[in-house]
């Protein structure tokens, strides 16, 4: 019997240990993302509030914050998710509910939080973290003249070779359109309301089509973040749509000669979630606030091209430039919120995907499997 | 005669009979101790999630206990136009309650699994009707968006009513209910799930074959080599096995697309133009070569391990006896690894019909298999209800092929060793 509630001692012990009770938890993607992220603000907030944070990684979606709050053994107390899953996640009473003026610092100069964000949040439970872009980006070693514009992108005649698109159909409808001459609106509203008229959406499906049975075109799919640059540098595409960071990462940090084309970018954001219930509710508001503050967001962006969701944060990275992590190169510019880079751009909705992505998944599905 | 004087007593003086029974009753009991944690682990572990799963399929009680009086004015509404005042009236009842207690978001979500569009028809109304005024709420309701002036919408809160619903599994093979109760097709642009359930079969009864013409010999030679040639050949055989998947994804793409190392070899050798190189990757072919290469370990390891146990022997006497070799093989040494090859093929099929990571990465248009389409359910949409029904009938389909196999060839002739 001493014996055994030895054991046991020695047991709790070791899993008090490993899983260290007063840990913020926080689930994100994992690789050079949750690297910038726990180098740019987890580590310099953990440190300001004597509060340990743990990064774990998962592969997205909500399945297994649903399953751990089924099961009653709630373990992670922040989920960084797509805008899509901060609306599915909030009508399902998964994540807490913010009030982004009370709950979130102001900027510097006094703004409340909610006006310094880049745009409105999709739903209540969200706080962003990074503002991404779905650019394009072409190999410059394969191509004679450059592109510069969306059209361009599905223009086979004068840029023959194969292109990269994601998957499914996520942004790739918005560009199809954009690029048959559909006038984009500010922030791709016209697109949108587009979207939802009859016919658009097969308008759109046939533009990817023809480019996929093109004899100077054909697509691969991309389903990994990582296969976009991987696909231009090995010469297996010309041009692929993917996300700016990696493109970045690839040009900048392993000098390949890959270009970004900014022109009609879709600008996407990362979120934070607070989940209802975690383990540590209490001290994973606090990090949470203290992570998403003007400085500490633009602690990131030192390690990856993502913009931070504060406009506040911007000016911290001007003032600070060369802002990368290899001491030389100018950060701002690369960001997709620079001016630059946002002549023409939409704002993923994420609602019209909440809505509608079911059913636009499964016409996405029908029209790849009738490509010839 | 009484008849207790019959029986025959032990020295405690308790009858024989009753004496072997209570111990008896004990070996019983300890035995049924022995297996009661495995079969505790097959409950808990097998039978409980399985149970689950059906359940979850089936129930569709939470969106009949959130719209009462919604389904008690639908009762006579037939569905052939806008329902009348009264259903808008309910529903406007049942909708302000399911906001003010929070929980709306729940029906919204699964409301839009019936018919997308809904969700933000629905999060528009929990907005603006806290404004509404009393009466005439059909004008009020309409006035929000115009998806509730389209009977669609309607029908589909129909759809939901019944407590209990095989809609998923309908659904699962791109059918539907419609108003007049009748089984009908969903819209044509939108049948997917038969192409995936044929293309996913299809997927596996192709790598089975390949992994099974490929094991076959690379098995026969593990068997008949000396040991420390066979040790070796062993070794490369499982050595893939014990690399990541993804990793041995990630070579193929490397080795075989178009600017890959095998095309650019192609092109040195002079076999093909440099520009029309064969595209090997991001299509079906792809698809075969990489899943046939990471489960073909699963077919060689139990034709193996038959192959071993037959005598080199037999082969002997039957050409002895005057067959060909080739009649030797197929008379005396086939039918002798058909256990193996039975092992082999459903091992090498359950596993290559749940398989998605790689298909998907590899598989280019026609990457997506039924198992993608569960984990985006899983994943994505949270519609559990749905993934849990095509998980069952996924599950139901590999049983059928269990049953056709048993049928067949009889699963007492499976051998692992």
């Known amino acids: 019997m001493r014996k055994l509630s030895k054991l046991l001692l020695a047991l709790t012990f070791a899993v008090s240990v490993s899983t260290s009770a007063f840990a913020v938890v926080v689930a994100s993607w994992g690789g050079a993302y949750t690297e910038s992220q726990k180098l740019g603000y987890g580590d310099p907030t953990s440190k300001a509030l004597g509060v340990p944070i743990e990064w774990v990684d998962y592969s997205g979606g909500l399945s297994e914050i649903k399953a751990q709050i089924e099961a009653g053994a709630i373990t992670w107390d922040i989920i960084d998710v797509f805008a899509y899953d901060t609306i599915n996640g909030c009508d399902e009473g998964i994540f807490v509910e913010f009030d982004f003026d009370k709950d979130f610092p102001p900027a510097p100069d006094g703004t409340p939080a909610s006006e310094d964000f880049f745009t409105d949040m999709p739903s209540k439970c969200a706080v962003g973290n990074i503002l991404y872009s779905w650019n394009y980006a072409y190999n410059s070693d394969l191509l004679k003249s450059t592109p510069s514009t969306l059209k361009d992108f599905f223009n086979t005649s004068r840029f023959p070779g194969k292109r990269a698109i994601y998957k499914s159909a996520l942004t790739n409808l918005e560009i199809a359109l954009a690029a048959d001459g559909v006038k984009m609106g500010k922030g791709g509203e016209f697109i949108y309301k587009k979207l939802e008229e009859p016919g658009y959406v097969d308008r759109a499906m046939n533009k990817i089509k023809a480019l996929c049975e093109d004899p100077n075109g054909g697509c691969v799919f991309w389903s990994a973040g990582a296969q976009p640059p991987e696909l231009l540098m090995s010469g297996e595409v010309v041009m692929a749509t993917g996300w700016n960071g990696r493109f970045f990462n690839a040009a900048v940090g392993e000098g390949a000669p890959i270009v970004q084309v900014w022109d009609g970018q879709g600008l996407d954001y990362e979120y934070f979630a607070l989940v209802k219930g975690g383990p540590n509710q209490e001290d994973a508001m606090k990090a949470l606030a203290m992570m998403t503050s003007t400085e500490m967001l633009a602690g990131s962006a030192k390690y990856i091209a993502y913009a931070p969701w504060r406009k506040s944060s911007i000016a911290v990275m001007q003032a600070g430039e060369p802002w990368y992590k290899d001491g030389k190169t100018n950060m701002v510019p690369h960001m997709p919120t620079a001016p630059a880079n946002l002549k023409r751009y939409f704002l993923v909705d994420a609602e019209y995907w909440a809505d509608n992505g079911t059913e636009l998944g499964e016409k996405w599905e029908a029209m790849k499997a009738s490509i010839k | ?417």
Request: one cysteine or more.
């Open chain 2, 1 to 417: 005669m009484s008849s207790e004087t019959g029986k025959i007593l032990t020295t405690d003086g308790i009858p024989l009979e009753e004496s072997l029974k209570q111990s008896e009753k004990k070996n019983k009991i300890k035995a049924f101790l022995l297996v009661a944690p495995l079969l505790l682990f097959l409950i808990i572990t097998y039978m409980i999630p399985i149970g689950d799963m059906f359940s979850r399929s089936i129930d569709d009680k939470m969106v009949t206990n959130m719209l009462p009086k919604t389904y008690k004015a639908m009762e006579n509404w037939d569905g052939k136009e806008l329902p009348p005042e009264e259903v808008f009236e309910a529903f406007y009842l049942d909708y302000k309650i399911l906001v003010k207690n929070k929980t709306a978001g729940k029906l919204q979500t699964q409301l839009n699994y019936e018919k997308n569009g809904f969700k933000s028809v629905l999060k528009k109304l929990a907005r603006k009707q806290k404004k509404f005024e009393e009466g005439n709420y059909k004008e009020q309701i309409m006035k929000v968006h115009k998806r509730w002036r389209n009977v669609e919408y309607w029908r589909a809160i129909k759809r939901r009513a019944p407590s209990y619903t095989y809609s998923k599994y309908l659904k699962g093979i791109d059918m539907y209910s419609n108003e007049d109760g009748k089984i009908v097709q969903v819209s044509e642009d939108r049948r997917i799930h038969r192409i995936l359930w044929i293309r996913t079969v299809e997927v596996a009864f192709f790598v089975t074959l390949f992994c099974f013409l490929m094991a076959y010999p690379i098995a026969h030679l593990l068997a008949t080599l000396p040991m420390k040639y066979s040790n070796l050949l062993m070794i490369c055989v499982l050595l893939p096995f014990w690399t990541s998947l993804l990793v041995r994804t990630a070579s193929w793409m490397i080795l075989l697309q178009q600017q890959g190392i095998v095309n650019d070899f192609f092109v040195w050798i002079g076999l093909v133009a440099d520009d029309n190189r064969p595209e090997m990757m991001y299509n079906k072919t792809g698809t075969y070569v990489a899943m046939t290469q990471i489960l073909l370990p699963f077919m060689v390891l139990p034709l193996y391990s038959v192959m071993k146990t037959i005598s080199p022997s037999l082969m002997r006497a039957g050409k002895s006896l005057g067959a060909t070799p080739a009649t030797a093989f197929f008379k005396v040494y086939f039918p002798l690894t058909i256990p193996g090859i039975g092992a082999g093929c459903l091992l090498v099929f359950i596993l290559a019909i749940g398989y998605y990571i790689t298909p998907a990465l590899v598989g280019g248009a026609s990457g997506t298999l039924i198992s993608n389409q569960i984990a985006y359910h899983m994943k994505s949409t949270l519609d559990w209800s749905f993934a849990s029904a095509m998980g069952l009938m996924l599950l139901t389909g590999v049983l059928v092929i269990y049953w056709i196999y048993n049928k067949l060839v009889g699963v007492d002739n499976i051998k692992l060793g």
